[in-house]
């Protein structure tokens, strides 16, 4: 038997399986619970690492990606 290699599908990517489980199987207080365990995170991290961050959370899903990134500028703005 001859293996062929896999053959990748649109939804292949990074973002688009992500995307679906908080927007459709997450419930809102798993994706509150999943801002805040990011954000607790993020709060660590070095600028850099924060700004790269948001880019790929607004990728999986652009409202949660925002809520985490003002999250994480509150605080900061705390500090």
């Known amino acids: 038997m001859i293996r062929a290699a896999y053959t990748l599908r649109?939804?292949?990517d990074d973002f688009t399986q992500p995307?679906?489980?908080?927007?459709?199987?997450?419930?809102?207080?798993?994706?509150?619970a999943l801002v805040?365990?990011?954000t607790g995170m993020l709060v660590k991290c070095s600028a850099q690492?924060?700004?790269r961050a948001y880019v790929y959370w607004k990728n999986i899903d652009a409202p949660t990606g925002q809520r985490i990134e003002d999250a994480?500028?509150?605080?900061?703005?705390?500090?």
């Open 10 to 12: 649109v939804d292949d």
């Open 19 to 32: 995307g679906i489980l908080i927007r459709s199987v997450y419930t809102p207080e798993q994706v509150d």
């Open 36 to 38: 805040g365990t990011v």
């Open 49 to 51: 690492v924060r700004e």
């Open 72 to 79: 994480v500028h509150a605080q900061l703005s705390k500090r």
